[in-house]
């Protein structure tokens, strides 16, 4: 198995207060990229928000394969969406995409 990083983008099409980011945060927490050399060294954190509404979820999956870990990360960020109180038209996601692999050499 490998670590990789995910980058998943998306659009608040809703306004979301600072009780439902904390929240956000908080549900991806356990796939923070700082757990990776990679997250450390970049400083990436699992939620970034511009001023246009506009996120970006990092996050670090273990997988097979990139396309299994974009999978994955993909429905890890659904999940911590929902868990937040957003759905698909609130804060729809964009292509997952890899962009860092810890394969720990």
């Known amino acids: 198995m490998t670590t990789y990083v995910i980058t998943v983008p998306g659009t608040f099409t809703t306004t979301v207060g600072d009780a439902a980011r904390?929240?956000?945060g908080r549900a991806l927490r356990p796939a923070d990229p700082h757990h990776t050399r990679m997250g450390e060294a970049q400083d990436l954190?699992?939620?970034t928000v511009n001023e246009d509404d506009t996120f970006t979820i990092r996050l670090a999956v273990e997988a097979d394969s990139a396309t299994h870990a974009e999978e994955d990360a993909r429905r890890l960020a659904d999940a911590a969406l929902h868990?937040?109180?957003l759905d698909d038209t609130s804060a729809p996601l964009g292509p997952a995409v890899v962009t860092g692999i810890?394969?720990?050499v």
Do not use: C, V
């Open 22 to 24: 904390t929240r956000l």
């Open 45 to 47: 954190d699992p939620l």
């Open 83 to 85: 868990d937040a109180g």
């Open 102 to 104: 810890d394969s720990g």
